[in-house]
């Protein structure tokens, strides 16, 4: 029994409690809904790259991105070469930046929404969204080589990053050089699960500082995930959840810990006309929401850390 039969079953007898005019009334109308909502579903869930649209729809979408990317990437640039404003907190007004560390003191997570311009002005995306979002925590008792030693992990990020991270391997190193593998289980409404790869760069500015550099160089839509069929998705038919992502981290020991920075720009592709109930959520919300949770997941895989390290002195 098809989907839609089940249920025109059940509206049956949910309809059942009303008097028998009302009830007629209220399955035409549910029916009407269903059929109309199947066929929005269908059309704005088809692959975005259908033959209508033009060969160069997602060329235009990376320029863009890559474009922002440059930008923030100059920003970062300068602000490490320049020694000032290490922490984004630290370029706020006094009393605003008073109130962050006092919060981080207490282990609040400080997260803000960012937007790079380029000459002032903003930069377009066609086709796409581009999500900018920068958080900061303090984890007391900490060295930087203790909040080094679990980022460099990546073995093990499918445990400190668990369920945002199910499968994780460190594919290659060469000194600070890393190319590692993660698997992403993202869900809001929706499960979206992407395999990507990464490309990761670490540099030790002094004793008490530290950041990194990581772009993602493959993004793929796992279809039947954990299934003897799982396939990736060809990245013209994908959904377009995640197609790129970009991440500065920044390490400052002080205050009798180790404040932590994660900058993160990531594409994914418009909202869908039609399907903005449904992936809506997704699309907006959950790079802020991950971006929270990697943070927070950080400093208790570092405390632990911690814990463990001084039970068994």
Request: hydrophobic share 40%; with cysteine.
């Amino acid at each position: 029994m098809n989907y839609l039969a089940r249920l025109t079953i059940v509206l049956c007898r949910v309809a059942g409690g009303f008097r028998r005019q009302v009830a007629r009334a209220f399955l035409s109308w549910v029916v009407v809904l269903v059929f109309v909502g199947f066929a929005s579903l269908l059309a704005a869930s088809s692959p975005i790259h259908a033959a209508a649209d033009p060969p160069s729809f997602k060329r235009k979408t990376m320029e863009a991105f890559s474009a922002y990317v440059g930008a923030t990437e100059a920003r970062n640039n300068a602000e490490l070469q320049g020694g000032k404003n290490f922490l984004w907190v630290d370029s706020l007004p006094e009393a605003a930046r008073n109130r962050a560390y006092k919060a981080l003191a207490t282990g609040e997570t400080q997260i803000e929404q960012r937007n790079t311009l380029a000459d002032g002005r903003e930069i377009p995306c066609p086709d796409g969204m581009i999500h900018h979002w920068e958080g900061l925590i303090f984890v007391p008792g900490a060295r930087i080589d203790d909040v080094l030693k679990i980022l460099e992990d990546y073995d093990h990020h499918s445990v400190y990053y668990t369920p945002d991270v199910t499968r994780s391997k460190l594919e290659d190193r060469d000194g600070e050089h890393f190319r590692a593998f993660l698997r992403f289980r993202r869900q809001k409404v929706i499960t979206v699960v992407l395999n990507t790869e990464h490309d990761i760069h670490y540099f030790r500015d002094s004793a008490q500082q530290a950041h990194s550099r990581s772009s993602a160089t493959h993004i793929a839509e796992v279809d039947n995930a954990g299934k003897s069929n799982e396939r990736e998705k060809p990245r013209d038919d994908d959904n377009g959840f995640l197609w790129g992502m970009e991440t500065w981290w920044r390490l400052l020991e002080k205050d009798g810990g180790v404040y932590v920075q994660s900058e993160v720009v990531s594409l994914t592709r418009d909202i869908p006309t039609g399907l903005g109930w449904m992936v809506g959520p997704f699309i907006t919300s959950i790079p802020k929401d991950t971006l929270s949770f990697t943070l927070e997941a950080t400093r208790k895989a570092v405390l632990a850390q911690l814990k463990e390290r001084s039970a068994g002195r």
